[in-house]
Each structure stands twice: as structure tokens, then as C-alpha cells.
Nanobody, 114 residues
Framework: QVQLVESGGGLVQPGGSLRLSCAAS????????MKWYRQAPGKQRDLVAS???????NYADSVKGRFAISRDNGKNTVYLQMNSLKPEDTAVYYC????????WGQGTQVTVSL
């Protein structure tokens, strides 16, 4: 069983930055690939960024150059640094991993608005 707990969301003005964190309740965190998804109201949940166990990263085209995913295996935590935020980045952001099945956190709200 894997528990994921996100934090770091909030209200930010366009052009601002936020850093999301996702803490995992596993001792073998280094063996888990991790992903960040987001879901805006009335829309499907979309993949934003992913990081492999070896540290290879991938991003959705809409966030390339603005977002950065990273991991700290010593802290069992994955991060999403979000810069140059836009109103269209407004969504609930979810942490995800898969080990036999998908595990999701509870989500953290990010609102980009004046």
C-alpha cells in the first residue's frame, strides 16, 4: 500500500511561482517512477510531468520550459517547481505512482489569478 500526500498549492498571480511536494509512505521510494497530473473543472485529468527511478524527466508540451519535476529519495518526496504560471495552469494537481495498480494523492488546488 502506497500513500501519497501533496502540499504546496495555493493562489498565485500570473507570472508567479509555486512548488508542489508529494510525500510517499514507502521505504523503497527510489524504486517508484513518479508523475504529476492535473485536472481543471470540467476537464479530464492530464499528465503534466514524470520522473523515472533514474531521474529521467518528461513534460507535457504546455509546461515545457516552465515546470520542473525532481525527486529526493532520502525524503521520499517528489516535487513540481512551477514558474511563469498562467491562468490556464489553474487545476487540482495530483501526485501518482504505479505499483501493480495506480496510487493517487488527495490533490492540491493551484489557482492562478489576479
Amino acid at each position: 500500500q502506497v500513500q501519497l500526500v501533496e502540499s504546496g498549492g495555493g493562489l498565485v498571480q500570473p507570472g508567479g511561482s509555486l512548488r508542489l511536494s508529494c510525500a510517499a509512505s514507502v521505504t523503497t521510494f527510489r524504486l517508484y517512477a513518479m508523475k504529476w497530473y492535473r485536472q481543471a473543472p470540467g476537464k479530464q485529468r492530464d499528465l503534466v510531468a514524470s520522473i523515472t527511478t533514474g531521474g529521467t524527466t518528461n513534460y507535457a508540451d504546455s509546461v515545457k520550459g516552465r515546470f520542473a519535476i525532481s525527486r529526493d529519495n532520502g525524503k521520499n518526496t517528489v516535487y513540481l517547481q512551477m514558474n511563469s504560471l498562467k491562468p490556464e495552469d489553474t487545476a487540482v494537481y495530483y501526485c501518482n505512482t504505479r505499483w501493480v495498480r495506480d496510487y493517487w494523492g488527495q490533490g492540491t488546488q493551484v489557482t492562478v489569478s489576479l
